[in-house]
């Protein structure tokens, strides 16, 4: 199948479950907060981050691993797949063990960072019901990041999907039963164990030839490749994984619950954005790296693109969060400010924008380049943070993100990649961002108008009305940034051109 077709597959399957997934979750987000409050849901929240951070290998990993296997796999060398695979392998178990050890030392001292509704041990038992799980997923890893490096990534996502799916459906179902609390935390570990144990059945059977020994048992070219990962992917988490750990630490759980609400929903969102940029591009991971190819053009295309999607969805974000929040959650608690929206979607256009410039880094790995950058990065993140939450509480939170990403983030990598990758100089990038950008914020003005003016009070008199109301500011901002970009953006023209040709194609085959 070719790298096109490959990833069409992967966007599809990516999107379609980016959808589904949190329409189910906003209707257990606001159970689970009505049936177990508000403490127990920031606790769980601040539980998750903590464990994101034990969890960090497995991030790194993935990056390294599908890395080194780009071009192995590309030409058919089995022995050199096998060598990197095996030396993978059993850094995997070394560090899985570590991960549940670790996991067994924080969860004796994280009670004491916020005042827990649970007992003491009632609170250690839930960190590790959480975070025993992941620990255990090491174990499996290995053939499940050969397939994706294999660009067949949608092979196993579709099932991975359909658990997480499954997964959340149960918890709907267990909450509308008002089964204790532990039941939620079971359904969550299967899904973990699920899901890794599936992928890991998955790709072995396509692979088989994985489980044979290889001819040099002592590769080290992962390892060696895993330490750079690991950095990058600190700086991610450090920058979008701390919020409800400072949020409890300051605030305590119950502000944690209210940001965390905020969070899924902008989170939720910003991930349909993202996945609707990364899962086709990612099939692309070995055009970078190919001289000969037009991979600049490429680049603009799912550049233009993914500023595209994010207008829409930023636009629509801002200006109906004020109003959907509260309606949603049925809690005056959670009412959002505008100048927290505002940061929100904003945050939302900067991470789907910089997709294609981290993907085309990650591809050459130039994130080898970028680790000071990425200590940097983390470090004003989380000095924000903790500086702007006492002064301005939950904005000031939302506010450190920006500022980390719009100048350290965005001052290095496009830069990075531009020198090393395109041997173009930079400004070509900032041109394109400044003018998408003010395209974003001129709809975006134009659709608070039109909102607060003709759909504001119909949208408050009801459920119905509110969703229609949405459906309808997001229909027109999707139809005029539609005109704008087709109109001024010739890649962007390209890229249709090219999903059309494989839906043509596609036609004619099965005719």
Known sequence: MSRTKHSFYNFLVSTVSALILPLIGFIKVRLFVALYGSAVNGLQLTIAQVITFLNICELAYS????????????????????????????????TGAVC????????????????S??????????????AMPYGISYFLFGPNFVIMADQKEYRINFWIQII????????????????????????????????????????????????????????????????????QRLSELATTQTDNIVVSGFMGYVMSSVYG????????????????????M?????LFNDRNADSYGVFT??????????????????????QFVPVWMNDPLYTASMSICFFFGLNIFYMTMRQPVIIARDANGLYVNAKNNAWILAGVKILLSVLLVQKLGLLGVVLATTCAYWTVDFSYNPVLVYRMVFHRPAKDYYFMVVSRLLIAFCIGGAGYLFWNTFLASYAMQG????????LILAGLTAVVTTIIYWMFYRSFRNLFSRVLGILKRRRNKDA
């Not at 996991?103 to 004796?108: K, Q």
């Not at 609400?261 to 609707?276: C, F, H, V």
């Open 63 to 94: 990056l390294a691993f599908r890395q080194l296997l780009y071009k192995p796999l590309a030409e058919g060398n089995r022995e050199e797949v096998k060598n990197i695979y095996h030396g993978a392998v059993r850094i995997f178990r070394i």
């Open 100 to 115: 549940l050890a670790a996991s067994l030392l924080v969860a004796l001292v994280f009670p004491n960072l916020a005042e």
């Open 117 to 130: 509704p649970f007992s003491y041990w009632e609170t250690v038992g839930t960190f590790l019901l959480l």
């Open 164 to 231: 997480s799916i499954v997964r959340m459906a149960a918890m709907v179902a267990a909450i509308l039963m008002k089964m204790p609390f532990v039941v939620i935390l079971m359904i969550e570990a299967l899904n973990i164990l699920c899901a890794n144990t599936l992928s890991r059945m998955i790709a072995l059977k396509e692979y088989p030839w994985l489980k044979e020994k290889p001819g040099n048992p002592d590769d080290h070219s992962f390892q060696n490749k895993a330490g750079y990962a690991m950095v």
């Open 261 to 280: 609400t905020y969070s899924y929903l902008t989170d939720n969102i910003g991930k349909i954005t993202q996945t609707m940029v990364q899962s086709p």
């Open 282 to 286: 990612n099939s692309f991971g070995n």
């Open 301 to 322: 295309e799912f550049f233009n693109f993914a500023t595209y999607v994010s207008t829409i969805v930023a636009c629509t974000i801002v200006n109906v969060m004020p």
């Open 463 to 470: 459920r119905f009305s509110l969703i229609l109301s949405i």
